[in-house]
């Protein structure tokens, strides 16, 4: 039977405690509020928790992304591969930076990229392949990397930074995918680059914010790879503002015209409080997609699969598949889940189908997994602020709505 009482369910608010209000009523008593130690801590407990040597925090996972591709220097001539389902800023900074973007199609009935597409587009040119690790669901990296060897002959490094490699380089969007484990390893310890995203709605926030953590390799100067991202967050800048308000230390150079991207003290003071009980986030979350699982499986919805034996995605969105809808019926529970007070969402729409894609020259139909995935996709609210009274009253409004959709 279903409550009669109308809720609000919002999609995906911030989880902010008293903790974190407390953190940044500090930051903004100390006098220090831009990038300063608070910031530099975040980063050294990021690249702890991912067991590397170091990561960088930014103002965004597309910041993240770009800065990486231009310190690698990646530039016009080149090409970067990526998948046509994922949010516009995996394929924006390709555009930022002049290299020509390559789209792949997912594999049937999956969100991941068809690895078998992947291997046929990648060229001479590939410098760069974007996997998205859709929804904290890590993507088939061993695939991704016996690709890449097999294509090794290929590839021409024009970089200092590219000849380390020596190889086409793997740059995870991994905007969802914090604390995501596969085949014992996490998720910032298995592509070469890895770029998260701290946004408000995202696992772990720090309002706006994201991260990169580069996995160790022999070879690569750790040092010299850190401060080309403090330059080139910091407008080339030799000092940041930190080390300039020292006594005395008020010179510096513009080493080359950089970029305006970094992430501030009050920014870190809020991840590191979110930082601290992360793993219970974690845990909870993967509870609330169980108790839709148990539900929503018996009775033919597609989910993804969150949890296997080797494997635990960050469960950072619940994506549903609707067998038997349309496009426009699907837009149609979603209206009427409003009507319920849920709000629900979709998780995307592909990049073919967007005006600016379509300008550049892609078109949906060459994509047709891609448009079978979305067309009938519902994303249905997960965060931690949902009580188990919530998460049924969801499911039992989901269920009652898609039973008039199902054909005869």
């Not at 940044?24 to 831009?34: E, L, R, Y």
């Not at 969802?176 to 298995?190: E, L, P, W, Y």
Request: proline share 3%; with cysteine; glycine share 6%.
């Amino acid at each position: 039977m279903l409550n009669i009482k109308k809720r609000n369910i919002p999609f995906s608010p911030p989880d902010i405690t008293e903790e974190e209000i407390d953190e940044v009523k500090n930051v903004m008593k100390s006098g220090w509020i831009t990038t300063g130690p608070l910031t530099k801590k975040f980063e050294r407990e990021i690249s702890k928790y991912n067991g590397v040597n170091n990561s960088v925090c930014l103002n965004s996972a597309t910041a993240a992304m770009e800065l990486t591709l231009r310190i690698l220097g990646v530039g016009p001539g080149d090409e970067v591969i990526t998948s046509a389902y994922t949010y516009t800023a995996t394929a924006s900074v390709v555009n930022h930076i002049g290299a020509k973007l390559v789209l792949v199609d997912t594999a049937p009935d999956s969100y991941e990229m068809d690895y078998l597409k992947l291997s046929d587009l990648i060229t001479e040119k590939t410098k760069v392949i974007i996997p998205v690790d859709l929804a904290g669901k890590i993507c088939d990296y061993e695939t991704i990397y016996s690709i890449v060897e097999s294509k090794k002959h290929l590839f021409k490094a024009s970089s200092k930074l590219q000849r380390v490699f020596n190889r086409i380089i793997v740059m995870s969007d991994a905007a969802h995918a914090f604390g995501a484990t596969k085949n014992g390893k996490v998720c910032g310890n298995i592509s070469d680059f890895t770029c998260f995203s701290f946004h408000a709605v995202k696992n772990l926030t720090t309002a706006e914010g994201g991260a990169v953590s580069w996995k160790n390799r022999s070879g690569l100067d750790d040092k010299w790879l850190y401060k080309q991202y403090m330059l080139y967050s910091l407008h080339g800048q030799s000092k940041d503002a930190f080390s300039k308000n020292a006594l005395g230390a008020w010179e510096y150079d513009i080493i080359y015209p950089g970029y305006k991207c970094n992430m501030t003290d009050i920014s870190s003071s809020i991840g590191l409080k979110q930082l601290e009980r992360y793993n219970d986030t974690l845990k909870r979350r993967m509870e609330i997609t169980q108790i839709y699982d148990s539900a929503l499986n018996p009775l033919g919805v597609k989910t993804i699969e969150h949890k296997n034996n080797n494997e635990n995605s960050s469960c950072h969105l619940y994506i549903t598949r609707v067998p038997g809808i349309n496009e426009s019926e699907r837009n149609d529970i979603i209206k009427e889940m409003a009507e319920f007070g849920i709000t629900c969402n979709v998780h995307y729409k592909p990049l073919p189908m967007m005006t600016a894609y379509k300008n550049m020259g892609f078109n949906i139909e060459n994509y047709p997994n891609s448009y079978n995935q979305y067309s009938n996709s519902i994303t249905l609210p997960l965060h931690t602020l949902l009580t188990n009274d919530d998460i049924n009253y969801v499911i039992q409004h989901f269920l009652k709505i898609i039973e008039k959709y199902k054909k005869a």
